[in-house]
């Protein structure tokens, strides 16, 4: 399976980024092939709304030639969101990235069609306050773009930073991301 990990901390090498470690390391060892992408130090534009896209057939379609990472979307058979949560959602970088899913679905203008309909999509997230208080507007939100994409929504695994870099490398947030890793690639 083809898995594509959009990472969308602005820290780097912060905590959603070491919860990524050992959730990508068993996705290899159970034999997917694995795209990193973090998206936070790429040039990845807002959607200007401009519906161009909605025109453009068999193709992804943007106007925006940026580093908005199109052809990995394509590519992948899973696609994990791997976000802290900010202000009970993505990541700035992330949102950009979901914005611009219309040029996947072309259900707005004369081209017709879906150019990722199939796909299964994961959430990975860390956050400050509790399990789903925290979790639940963005798994909302996903979960309906999921629906209304004919993508198949696979789950969430979450963690909370109580103790930064820290909270993310205790066994039962390593051996959870394990177990995370195997679930959404049956
Ligand atoms: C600007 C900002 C907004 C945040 N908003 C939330 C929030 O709405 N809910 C929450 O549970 N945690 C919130 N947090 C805490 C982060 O989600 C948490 O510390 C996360 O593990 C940071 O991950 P990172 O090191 O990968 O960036 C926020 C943190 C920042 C810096």
């Known amino acids: 399976m083809n898995v ?3 990472m969308g901390s602005p820290r780097l090498h912060g905590n959603t980024a070491e919860l990524c470690k050992p959730f990508m390391e068993e996705l290899k060892e159970n034999g997917a092939e694995v795209r990193y992408v973090t998206l936070a130090d790429k040039n990845i534009k807002p959607c200007k709304g401009c519906y ?3 025109e453009v057939s068999g193709e992804y379609g943007c106007c925006q030639k940026d580093d908005m990472p199109a052809d990995d ?4 058979d899973l696609i994990v969101l791997a976000t802290p949560i900010y202000a009970w959602y993505c990541a700035a970088s992330m949102k950009n990235v979901l914005d611009r899913h219309y040029g996947f679905n072309k259900f707005y203008g004369s081209a017709e069609g879906s150019l990722w309909a ?8 860390t956050h400050g306050y509790d399990g789903a ?7 909302m939100g996903i979960q309906r773009l999921c629906k209304h994409s004919n993508l198949e929504y696979v789950g ?9 870099l820290a909270s993310f490398q205790t066994e039962e947030a390593v051996a959870g991301a394990k177990v995370f890793a195997r679930k959404v690639l049956v």
């Open 4 to 6: 594509l990990i959009l």
């Open 133 to 139: 208080y925290a979790t639940d507007p963005f798994e």
């Open 118 to 125: 199939g796909k299964k999509v994961a959430i990975l997230a």
């Open 52 to 54: 161009a896209c909605q």
């Open 73 to 76: 979307i394509l590519w992948a």
């Open 156 to 164: 969430l695994y979450s963690v909370q930073d109580e103790d930064n």
